[in-house]
């Protein structure tokens, strides 16, 4: 069955990097749109970010953009979200999404269990 398995999530200080990765399974992604969700205590889950798994562009929500970054590693069926810059207001449980990309939660098939993202100020 699809897995999408995220890792790499923990503490950090206010300003500091983290990695998030995403290792898929289960199926042929190609064509499908890699994304991440977030959604902090309280709050309703937040579009972050989405590539293509051919290729191509990325999308970023306009509170990310130019922190974060998607990549790819296909030999490794990985997907990863560099954080840089991080702030409190980035401390979120982060999903790994695979499905048909945008900006809305249900274009997406599939969903990782998160991973806790906590940035100390």
């Known amino acids: 069955q699809v897995q999408l398995v995220e890792s790499g999530g923990g503490l950090v200080q206010a300003g500091g990097s983290l990695r998030l990765s995403c290792a898929a399974s289960g199926r042929t992604f190609s064509g499908y749109a890699m994304g991440w969700f977030r959604q902090a205590p309280g709050k309703e889950r937040e579009f972050v970010g989405y590539m293509y798994w051919n290729g191509g562009s990325t999308y970023y929500a306009d509170s990310v953009k130019g922190r974060f970054t998607i990549s790819r590693d296909n030999a490794k069926n990985t997907v990863y979200l560099q954080m840089t810059t991080l702030k409190p207001e980035d401390t979120a449980v982060y999903y790994c999404?695979?499905?048909?990309?945008?900006?809305?939660?249900?274009?997406?098939?599939?969903w990782g269990r998160g991973t806790q993202v906590t940035v100390a100020s």
């Open positions: 999404v695979a499905g048909h990309g945008g900006k809305r939660s249900n274009a997406y098939d599939y």
